[in-house]
Nanobody, 116 residues
Framework: QVQLVESGGGLVQPGGSLRLSCAAS????????MGWYRQAPGKQRESVAS???????NYADSVKGRFTISGDNAKNTVFLQMNSLKAEDTAVYYC??????????WGQGTQVTVSS
């Protein structure tokens, strides 16, 4: 069984930074990619960033240059460093893992609020 536990969300002022963490457990060797999605009130869940097992990254245009996804294989953890945060980044952020079997797993989500 795969478990994903997010942490690091909170309230930050515009222009500030936050670092999200997602600790994974279970069939780690079966992970093809991990990533972050977000869902704002009244909007659909959208992809923010992803990191494949080969180290390839991908970002939504809206966060390029501001967010960075990285991983710590020893700790089975993926991070999302978010800089220059804007009000429109406010959302619940979800960690996502895709296995080579095409299974998709989700964390419980962590709230990020950007407000003065």
């Amino acid at each position: 069984q795969v478990q994903l536990v997010e942490s690091g969300g909170g309230l930050v002022q515009p222009g500030g930074s936050l670092r999200l963490s997602c600790a994974a457990s279970g069939r780690i060797s079966s992970f093809y990619a991990m990533g972050w999605y977000r869902q704002a009130p009244g909007k659909q869940r959208e992809s923010v960033a992803s990191l494949t097992s080969s180290g390839r990254t991908n970002y939504a245009d809206s966060v390029k240059g501001r967010f960075t996804i990285s991983g710590d294989n020893a700790k089975n953890t993926v991070f999302l460093q978010m800089n220059s945060l804007k009000a429109e980044d406010t959302a619940v952020y979800y960690c996502n893992a895709v296995l080579y079997s095409a299974e998709v797993h989700w964390g419980q989500g962590t709230q990020v609020t950007v407000s003065s």
